[in-house]
DNA sequence: CAGTTATTTCAGAAATTACTGAAATTTCAG
DNA sequence: CTGAAATTTCAGTAATTTCTGAAATAACTG
Protein backbone atom coordinates (compact mmCIF):
# COMPACT_ATOMS: atom_id res chain seq x y z
CA UNK A 1 0.00 0.00 0.00
CA UNK A 2 1.31 3.54 -1.06
CA UNK A 3 -0.36 6.57 0.15
CA UNK A 4 0.21 9.45 2.36
CA UNK A 5 -0.05 8.30 5.92
CA UNK A 6 -3.00 10.27 6.90
CA UNK A 7 -4.64 8.98 4.18
CA UNK A 8 -3.47 5.76 4.96
CA UNK A 9 -4.72 5.57 8.36
CA UNK A 10 -8.17 6.52 7.35
CA UNK A 11 -8.26 4.06 4.63
CA UNK A 12 -7.08 1.15 6.78
CA UNK A 13 -9.62 2.19 9.30
CA UNK A 14 -12.75 1.98 6.69
CA UNK A 15 -11.37 -1.45 5.58
CA UNK A 16 -11.52 -2.70 9.16
CA UNK A 17 -14.99 -1.77 9.48
CA UNK A 18 -16.37 -2.52 6.44
CA UNK A 19 -15.25 -6.30 7.44
CA UNK A 20 -17.61 -5.31 10.49
CA UNK A 21 -20.32 -4.68 8.26
CA UNK A 22 -21.29 -6.93 5.53
CA UNK A 23 -19.05 -5.35 3.45
CA UNK A 24 -15.33 -6.34 2.88
CA UNK A 25 -12.26 -5.34 3.62
CA UNK A 26 -11.20 -4.33 0.01
CA UNK A 27 -14.37 -2.39 -1.11
CA UNK A 28 -14.62 -0.52 2.42
CA UNK A 29 -10.77 0.53 1.55
CA UNK A 30 -11.71 1.57 -1.75
CA UNK A 31 -14.30 3.06 -0.53
CA UNK A 32 -12.60 5.40 1.62
CA UNK A 33 -10.27 6.18 -0.98
CA UNK A 34 -12.53 7.25 -3.25
CA UNK A 35 -14.40 9.54 -0.66
CA UNK A 36 -10.77 11.30 0.30
CA UNK A 37 -9.69 11.44 -3.58
CA UNK A 38 -9.79 15.05 -4.78
CA UNK A 39 -10.20 13.55 -8.42
CA UNK A 40 -11.96 10.51 -9.69
CA UNK A 41 -9.74 7.62 -10.01
CA UNK A 42 -9.26 4.53 -11.97
CA UNK A 43 -8.78 1.37 -11.20
CA UNK A 44 -5.10 0.97 -12.07
CA UNK A 45 -4.74 4.22 -9.67
CA UNK A 46 -6.60 1.94 -7.18
CA UNK A 47 -4.70 -1.04 -7.78
CA UNK A 48 -1.89 1.27 -7.31
CA UNK A 49 -2.76 2.96 -4.22
CA UNK A 50 -3.84 -0.07 -2.25
CA UNK A 51 -1.56 -2.53 -3.74
CA UNK A 52 -4.04 -5.78 -5.05
CA UNK A 53 -5.19 -7.22 -7.72
CA UNK A 54 -6.48 -5.97 -10.85
CA UNK A 55 -9.39 -8.35 -10.73
CA UNK A 56 -9.75 -7.67 -6.99
CA UNK A 57 -10.74 -3.63 -7.66
CA UNK A 58 -13.01 -4.68 -10.75
CA UNK A 59 -15.15 -6.75 -8.57
CA UNK A 60 -14.96 -4.31 -5.79
CA UNK A 61 -15.96 -1.49 -7.86
CA UNK A 62 -18.92 -3.41 -8.76
CA UNK A 63 -20.14 -4.15 -5.71
CA UNK A 64 -19.60 -0.44 -4.24
CA UNK A 65 -21.91 0.20 -7.62
CA UNK A 66 -24.81 -1.91 -6.54
CA UNK A 67 -25.08 -0.07 -3.64
CA UNK A 68 -24.96 3.30 -5.29
CA UNK A 69 -22.02 4.76 -3.48
CA UNK A 70 -19.55 5.59 -6.20
CA UNK A 71 -20.39 7.59 -9.21
CA UNK A 72 -18.80 6.36 -12.46
CA UNK A 73 -16.82 9.20 -14.93
CA UNK A 74 -15.75 9.67 -17.66
CA UNK A 75 -12.60 12.11 -19.16
CA UNK A 76 -12.82 13.56 -22.60
CA UNK A 77 -10.27 11.86 -25.06
CA UNK A 78 -9.66 8.56 -22.39
CA UNK A 79 -11.64 5.61 -22.41
CA UNK A 80 -10.68 4.05 -18.85
CA UNK A 81 -13.60 4.74 -16.37
CA UNK A 82 -13.00 6.94 -13.72
CA UNK A 83 -14.18 6.36 -10.10
CA UNK A 84 -15.50 8.86 -7.25
CA UNK A 85 -17.98 8.99 -4.31
CA UNK A 86 -21.17 11.58 -4.14
CA UNK A 87 -19.54 14.20 -2.13
CA UNK A 88 -22.48 15.38 -0.40
CA UNK A 89 -22.31 13.53 2.82
CA UNK A 90 -25.79 13.59 3.99
CA UNK A 91 -26.61 12.38 0.49
CA UNK A 92 -24.11 9.73 1.15
CA UNK A 93 -26.19 8.68 4.59
CA UNK A 94 -29.06 8.61 2.43
CA UNK A 95 -27.91 5.99 0.14
CA UNK A 96 -26.69 3.94 2.75
CA UNK A 97 -29.85 4.17 4.82
CA UNK A 98 -31.80 3.24 1.75
CA UNK A 99 -30.02 0.38 0.90
CA UNK A 100 -29.23 -1.30 4.12
CA UNK A 101 -33.43 -0.63 4.29
CA UNK A 102 -33.80 -2.66 1.17
CA UNK A 103 -31.13 -5.42 1.94
CA UNK A 104 -31.62 -6.06 5.54
CA UNK A 105 -35.23 -4.23 7.32
CA UNK A 106 -37.42 -4.75 4.20
CA UNK A 107 -36.91 -8.73 3.78
CA UNK A 108 -37.23 -9.22 7.65
CA UNK A 109 -40.69 -7.16 7.95
CA UNK A 110 -41.80 -9.70 5.10
CA UNK A 111 -40.36 -12.71 6.73
CA UNK A 112 -42.55 -11.61 9.27
CA UNK A 113 -45.38 -11.07 7.90
CA UNK A 114 -45.66 -14.27 6.28
CA UNK A 115 -45.20 -16.14 9.87
CA UNK A 116 -47.59 -13.66 11.18
CA UNK A 117 -50.52 -15.07 8.67
CA UNK A 118 -49.71 -18.63 9.35
CA UNK A 119 -52.06 -20.58 11.89
CA UNK A 120 -50.12 -21.58 14.78
CA UNK A 121 -50.06 -25.42 15.79
CA UNK A 122 -49.54 -24.97 19.47
CA UNK A 123 -49.23 -22.64 22.28
CA UNK A 124 -45.01 -22.20 21.64
CA UNK A 125 -45.86 -21.08 18.09
CA UNK A 126 -48.53 -18.96 19.50
CA UNK A 127 -46.01 -17.17 22.14
CA UNK A 128 -43.84 -17.06 19.33
CA UNK A 129 -46.32 -15.14 17.10
CA UNK A 130 -46.89 -12.68 19.53
CA UNK A 131 -43.50 -11.84 20.33
CA UNK A 132 -43.13 -11.68 16.30
CA UNK A 133 -45.67 -9.41 16.14
CA UNK A 134 -44.35 -7.29 18.63
CA UNK A 135 -40.89 -6.67 16.78
CA UNK A 136 -42.91 -6.38 13.29
CA UNK A 137 -44.62 -3.63 14.97
CA UNK A 138 -41.33 -1.67 16.07
CA UNK A 139 -39.95 -2.43 12.81
CA UNK A 140 -42.57 -0.73 10.56
CA UNK A 141 -42.96 2.08 13.19
CA UNK A 142 -39.38 2.62 12.87
CA UNK A 143 -39.81 2.38 9.13
CA UNK A 144 -43.03 4.62 8.65
CA UNK A 145 -40.66 7.43 10.90
CA UNK A 146 -38.12 6.94 8.29
CA UNK A 147 -40.22 6.99 5.16
CA UNK A 148 -41.42 10.31 6.58
CA UNK A 149 -38.26 11.62 7.10
CA UNK A 150 -36.34 10.71 4.29
CA UNK A 151 -38.16 13.39 2.14
CA UNK A 152 -37.28 16.24 4.13
CA UNK A 153 -34.73 18.26 2.49
CA UNK A 154 -31.15 18.61 3.73
CA UNK A 155 -31.20 21.98 6.04
CA UNK A 156 -34.42 20.65 7.25
CA UNK A 157 -32.96 17.49 8.34
CA UNK A 158 -30.11 18.90 9.74
CA UNK A 159 -32.65 21.27 11.86
CA UNK A 160 -34.75 18.80 13.00
CA UNK A 161 -31.21 16.55 14.24
CA UNK A 162 -30.07 19.80 16.13
CA UNK A 163 -33.02 20.05 18.24
CA UNK A 164 -33.11 16.51 19.20
CA UNK A 165 -35.19 15.58 22.32
CA UNK A 166 -35.79 19.42 22.85
CA UNK A 167 -38.52 18.81 20.58
CA UNK A 168 -40.37 17.13 23.39
CA UNK A 169 -40.53 20.63 25.25
CA UNK A 170 -42.14 21.54 21.79
CA UNK A 171 -44.48 18.98 22.06
CA UNK A 172 -45.59 19.76 25.51
CA UNK A 173 -47.05 23.34 25.08
CA UNK A 174 -48.58 21.83 21.46
CA UNK A 175 -50.41 19.69 23.89
CA UNK A 176 -51.16 22.66 26.21
CA UNK A 177 -52.39 24.59 23.47
CA UNK A 178 -54.70 21.80 21.80
CA UNK A 179 -55.66 21.20 25.54
CA UNK A 180 -56.23 25.19 25.94
CA UNK A 181 -58.34 24.97 22.51
CA UNK A 182 -60.81 21.79 23.72
CA UNK A 183 -61.48 23.41 27.19
CA UNK A 184 -63.61 21.27 28.23
CA UNK A 185 -62.19 17.96 28.70
CA UNK A 186 -59.49 17.40 32.03
CA UNK A 187 -57.32 16.51 29.11
CA UNK A 188 -54.25 14.15 30.34
CA UNK A 189 -56.03 13.36 33.53
CA UNK A 190 -57.41 10.21 32.24
CA UNK A 191 -55.68 6.40 32.30
CA UNK A 192 -52.27 7.03 32.17
CA UNK A 193 -49.73 4.28 33.76
CA UNK A 194 -46.97 6.73 33.98
CA UNK A 195 -47.76 8.91 36.62
CA UNK A 196 -45.12 11.37 36.78
CA UNK A 197 -46.07 14.83 35.70
CA UNK A 198 -43.21 16.85 34.44
CA UNK A 199 -44.52 19.96 33.75
CA UNK A 200 -42.45 22.65 32.73
CA UNK B 1 -32.53 -28.59 13.71
CA UNK B 2 -35.70 -29.79 15.42
CA UNK B 3 -38.23 -26.54 16.11
CA UNK B 4 -41.50 -25.93 15.44
CA UNK B 5 -42.05 -25.05 11.66
CA UNK B 6 -42.95 -21.19 12.13
CA UNK B 7 -40.30 -20.70 14.54
CA UNK B 8 -37.89 -22.50 12.38
CA UNK B 9 -38.42 -20.10 9.86
CA UNK B 10 -37.96 -16.95 12.36
CA UNK B 11 -34.67 -18.58 13.44
CA UNK B 12 -33.27 -18.97 9.81
CA UNK B 13 -34.22 -16.15 9.01
CA UNK B 14 -32.21 -14.39 11.57
CA UNK B 15 -29.39 -16.58 10.68
CA UNK B 16 -28.83 -15.27 7.42
CA UNK B 17 -29.44 -11.75 8.83
CA UNK B 18 -26.68 -12.47 11.74
CA UNK B 19 -23.85 -12.91 9.03
CA UNK B 20 -24.88 -9.96 6.74
CA UNK B 21 -23.94 -8.36 9.94
CA UNK B 22 -20.96 -8.93 12.07
CA UNK B 23 -23.11 -11.29 14.32
CA UNK B 24 -22.55 -14.81 12.74
CA UNK B 25 -24.77 -17.09 11.99
CA UNK B 26 -25.13 -19.15 15.17
CA UNK B 27 -25.15 -15.91 17.04
CA UNK B 28 -28.39 -14.65 15.22
CA UNK B 29 -30.21 -18.36 15.82
CA UNK B 30 -29.34 -18.69 18.88
CA UNK B 31 -30.62 -14.73 19.66
CA UNK B 32 -33.50 -15.66 18.07
CA UNK B 33 -34.48 -18.61 19.50
CA UNK B 34 -34.60 -16.98 22.69
CA UNK B 35 -36.26 -14.02 21.82
CA UNK B 36 -39.21 -15.88 21.25
CA UNK B 37 -39.04 -18.70 23.57
CA UNK B 38 -41.55 -18.33 26.44
CA UNK B 39 -39.20 -19.78 28.81
CA UNK B 40 -35.49 -19.04 29.16
CA UNK B 41 -33.86 -21.94 27.71
CA UNK B 42 -30.30 -23.74 28.49
CA UNK B 43 -27.33 -24.49 26.52
CA UNK B 44 -28.32 -28.24 26.20
CA UNK B 45 -31.70 -26.99 24.89
CA UNK B 46 -30.66 -24.74 22.26
CA UNK B 47 -28.21 -27.84 21.15
CA UNK B 48 -30.77 -29.99 20.58
CA UNK B 49 -33.31 -27.40 19.14
CA UNK B 50 -30.78 -25.92 16.66
CA UNK B 51 -28.43 -29.03 16.36
CA UNK B 52 -25.33 -27.70 16.77
CA UNK B 53 -22.38 -28.49 18.78
CA UNK B 54 -22.31 -27.77 23.20
CA UNK B 55 -19.00 -25.68 22.84
CA UNK B 56 -20.24 -23.68 19.56
CA UNK B 57 -23.51 -22.44 22.04
CA UNK B 58 -20.91 -21.78 25.45
CA UNK B 59 -19.14 -19.35 22.71
CA UNK B 60 -22.01 -17.91 20.72
CA UNK B 61 -24.02 -17.20 24.01
CA UNK B 62 -20.78 -15.75 25.42
CA UNK B 63 -21.23 -13.57 22.24
CA UNK B 64 -24.29 -12.29 23.16
CA UNK B 65 -23.71 -11.29 26.47
CA UNK B 66 -20.98 -9.03 25.63
CA UNK B 67 -23.57 -7.47 23.76
CA UNK B 68 -26.02 -7.34 26.39
CA UNK B 69 -28.56 -8.79 24.52
CA UNK B 70 -29.28 -11.90 26.55
CA UNK B 71 -29.92 -12.48 30.18
CA UNK B 72 -28.87 -15.36 32.50
CA UNK B 73 -31.75 -16.44 34.38
CA UNK B 74 -31.05 -19.16 37.36
CA UNK B 75 -34.17 -21.54 38.62
CA UNK B 76 -34.86 -22.87 42.04
CA UNK B 77 -32.42 -26.15 42.64
CA UNK B 78 -31.12 -26.20 39.25
CA UNK B 79 -27.57 -25.31 38.80
CA UNK B 80 -27.79 -24.74 35.23
CA UNK B 81 -27.44 -21.14 33.42
CA UNK B 82 -31.15 -20.39 31.82
CA UNK B 83 -31.25 -17.72 28.89
CA UNK B 84 -33.52 -15.17 28.05
CA UNK B 85 -34.14 -11.95 26.00
CA UNK B 86 -34.98 -9.06 27.66
CA UNK B 87 -38.73 -8.60 26.33
CA UNK B 88 -39.06 -5.05 25.88
CA UNK B 89 -38.81 -4.58 22.06
CA UNK B 90 -37.28 -1.27 22.54
CA UNK B 91 -35.25 -1.65 25.68
CA UNK B 92 -33.59 -4.25 22.68
CA UNK B 93 -33.17 -1.56 20.48
CA UNK B 94 -31.74 0.67 22.78
CA UNK B 95 -29.23 -1.73 23.90
CA UNK B 96 -28.69 -2.52 20.09
CA UNK B 97 -27.87 1.16 19.09
CA UNK B 98 -25.48 1.78 22.01
CA UNK B 99 -23.35 -1.66 21.29
CA UNK B 100 -23.06 -0.65 18.28
CA UNK B 101 -22.23 3.13 18.07
CA UNK B 102 -19.74 1.88 20.89
CA UNK B 103 -17.98 -0.35 18.61
CA UNK B 104 -18.12 1.21 14.89
CA UNK B 105 -18.93 4.51 15.80
CA UNK B 106 -17.15 5.93 18.55
CA UNK B 107 -13.90 4.43 16.81
CA UNK B 108 -14.36 5.97 13.79
CA UNK B 109 -14.75 9.20 15.28
CA UNK B 110 -11.82 9.02 17.14
CA UNK B 111 -9.67 7.99 14.71
CA UNK B 112 -10.93 11.11 12.56
CA UNK B 113 -10.10 13.33 15.54
CA UNK B 114 -6.59 11.92 15.82
CA UNK B 115 -6.14 12.52 11.81
CA UNK B 116 -7.96 15.84 12.07
CA UNK B 117 -5.22 16.87 14.63
CA UNK B 118 -2.36 15.98 12.26
CA UNK B 119 -0.52 18.54 9.94
CA UNK B 120 -1.21 17.50 6.14
CA UNK B 121 1.87 17.05 4.63
CA UNK B 122 0.78 18.19 1.23
CA UNK B 123 -2.13 19.43 -0.79
CA UNK B 124 -3.89 15.84 -1.37
CA UNK B 125 -3.74 15.33 2.54
CA UNK B 126 -5.17 18.95 3.19
CA UNK B 127 -7.74 17.97 0.68
CA UNK B 128 -8.76 14.65 2.18
CA UNK B 129 -8.75 16.60 5.91
CA UNK B 130 -11.61 18.39 4.91
CA UNK B 131 -13.61 15.47 3.82
CA UNK B 132 -12.88 13.71 6.66
CA UNK B 133 -13.59 16.84 8.62
CA UNK B 134 -17.25 16.56 6.98
CA UNK B 135 -17.51 12.90 7.87
CA UNK B 136 -16.94 13.57 10.92
CA UNK B 137 -19.00 16.57 11.54
CA UNK B 138 -22.25 14.65 10.08
CA UNK B 139 -21.23 11.85 12.70
CA UNK B 140 -21.22 14.05 15.50
CA UNK B 141 -24.44 15.74 14.75
CA UNK B 142 -26.20 12.48 14.56
CA UNK B 143 -24.55 10.86 17.70
CA UNK B 144 -25.73 14.65 19.84
CA UNK B 145 -29.09 13.86 18.46
CA UNK B 146 -28.73 9.82 19.36
CA UNK B 147 -27.17 11.10 22.91
CA UNK B 148 -30.10 13.25 23.23
CA UNK B 149 -32.98 11.18 22.14
CA UNK B 150 -32.64 8.03 23.98
CA UNK B 151 -32.77 10.03 27.05
CA UNK B 152 -36.49 9.85 26.57
CA UNK B 153 -38.96 7.53 28.20
CA UNK B 154 -39.93 5.21 25.48
CA UNK B 155 -43.39 6.36 25.48
CA UNK B 156 -42.33 10.20 24.80
CA UNK B 157 -40.03 8.41 22.08
CA UNK B 158 -42.57 6.06 20.42
CA UNK B 159 -44.16 9.42 20.50
CA UNK B 160 -41.55 11.40 18.49
CA UNK B 161 -41.77 9.02 16.40
CA UNK B 162 -45.00 8.47 15.21
CA UNK B 163 -44.99 12.24 14.78
CA UNK B 164 -42.44 11.77 11.87
CA UNK B 165 -41.78 14.75 9.49
CA UNK B 166 -44.86 16.04 10.82
CA UNK B 167 -42.98 17.73 13.21
CA UNK B 168 -41.39 20.31 10.74
CA UNK B 169 -44.97 21.76 10.57
CA UNK B 170 -44.97 22.25 14.20
CA UNK B 171 -41.46 23.88 13.35
CA UNK B 172 -42.77 26.21 11.18
CA UNK B 173 -45.31 27.50 13.18
CA UNK B 174 -42.89 28.09 15.95
CA UNK B 175 -41.07 30.02 13.89
CA UNK B 176 -43.55 32.05 12.56
CA UNK B 177 -44.81 32.65 16.47
CA UNK B 178 -41.16 33.40 17.25
CA UNK B 179 -40.64 35.88 14.60
CA UNK B 180 -43.58 37.84 15.06
CA UNK B 181 -42.65 38.02 18.54
CA UNK B 182 -39.36 39.61 17.74
CA UNK B 183 -42.15 41.60 15.17
CA UNK B 184 -39.06 43.62 13.51
CA UNK B 185 -36.69 41.96 11.22
CA UNK B 186 -38.10 39.74 8.12
CA UNK B 187 -37.09 36.92 10.43
CA UNK B 188 -35.60 33.91 8.08
CA UNK B 189 -34.08 36.23 5.34
CA UNK B 190 -30.61 36.71 6.77
CA UNK B 191 -28.24 33.54 6.90
CA UNK B 192 -28.33 31.96 10.02
CA UNK B 193 -26.32 28.45 10.14
CA UNK B 194 -28.31 27.60 13.23
CA UNK B 195 -31.52 29.24 15.44
CA UNK B 196 -30.33 30.03 18.08
CA UNK B 197 -33.51 30.52 19.90
CA UNK B 198 -35.41 27.74 21.46
CA UNK B 199 -38.03 29.39 23.09
CA UNK B 200 -38.49 27.93 26.17
C1' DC C 1 -12.40 -35.66 50.05
C1' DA C 2 -14.21 -38.32 45.46
C1' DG C 3 -17.79 -38.10 42.31
C1' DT C 4 -21.10 -35.72 39.41
C1' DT C 5 -22.77 -32.16 36.57
C1' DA C 6 -22.22 -27.81 34.09
C1' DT C 7 -19.41 -24.80 31.55
C1' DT C 8 -15.32 -23.12 29.10
C1' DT C 9 -11.24 -23.42 26.42
C1' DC C 10 -8.75 -24.41 22.49
C1' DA C 11 -6.27 -26.91 18.65
C1' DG C 12 -7.37 -28.22 14.56
C1' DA C 13 -11.13 -29.54 10.93
C1' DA C 14 -14.66 -27.79 8.05
C1' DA C 15 -16.90 -24.21 5.79
C1' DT C 16 -17.05 -19.87 3.98
C1' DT C 17 -15.34 -15.79 1.96
C1' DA C 18 -11.87 -13.05 -0.35
C1' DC C 19 -8.40 -12.71 -3.73
C1' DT C 20 -5.53 -13.71 -7.76
C1' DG C 21 -3.84 -14.65 -12.47
C1' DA C 22 -5.03 -16.12 -16.78
C1' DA C 23 -8.23 -16.13 -20.21
C1' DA C 24 -12.34 -14.13 -22.23
C1' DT C 25 -14.97 -10.24 -23.43
C1' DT C 26 -15.89 -5.57 -24.65
C1' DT C 27 -14.84 -1.24 -26.80
C1' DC C 28 -12.83 1.52 -29.60
C1' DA C 29 -9.22 3.29 -33.47
C1' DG C 30 -7.54 2.86 -37.80
C1' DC D 1 -11.75 -6.37 -40.57
C1' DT D 2 -7.09 -6.37 -37.03
C1' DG D 3 -5.01 -4.90 -33.04
C1' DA D 4 -4.65 -2.43 -28.71
C1' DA D 5 -6.51 -1.00 -24.38
C1' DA D 6 -9.82 -1.54 -20.68
C1' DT D 7 -12.59 -4.37 -18.18
C1' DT D 8 -14.83 -8.62 -16.57
C1' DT D 9 -15.21 -13.40 -15.55
C1' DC D 10 -14.01 -17.38 -13.27
C1' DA D 11 -11.50 -21.55 -11.61
C1' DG D 12 -8.46 -22.31 -8.29
C1' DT D 13 -5.95 -20.85 -4.14
C1' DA D 14 -5.29 -18.29 0.03
C1' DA D 15 -7.04 -16.36 4.11
C1' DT D 16 -10.38 -16.03 7.44
C1' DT D 17 -14.10 -17.44 10.10
C1' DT D 18 -16.89 -20.76 12.20
C1' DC D 19 -17.52 -24.95 14.41
C1' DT D 20 -16.36 -29.30 16.77
C1' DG D 21 -14.64 -32.82 20.04
C1' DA D 22 -11.70 -33.59 23.59
C1' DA D 23 -9.71 -31.98 27.53
C1' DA D 24 -9.63 -28.68 31.23
C1' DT D 25 -11.87 -26.08 34.65
C1' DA D 26 -15.43 -24.81 37.83
C1' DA D 27 -19.29 -25.56 40.90
C1' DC D 28 -21.64 -28.23 43.56
C1' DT D 29 -23.14 -32.87 46.45
C1' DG D 30 -22.76 -36.00 49.88
Request: one cysteine or more; charged letters at 30%.
Amino acid sequence: MNLPPLIQSFVLHFGEMGSRWGINRTVGQIYALLYVSPEPLCADEIVEALGISRSNVSMSLRELQTWNLVVLKHLPNDRRDFFTTPDDVWQILRTLAEERKKREVDPTLSVLREILMQQPGSDTERFAQTRMAEMHGLIEQLTNWYEDVKKLETERLANLLSLGSKITRLLETKDRIVSLGRRKAPARAASRPEGGEDGG
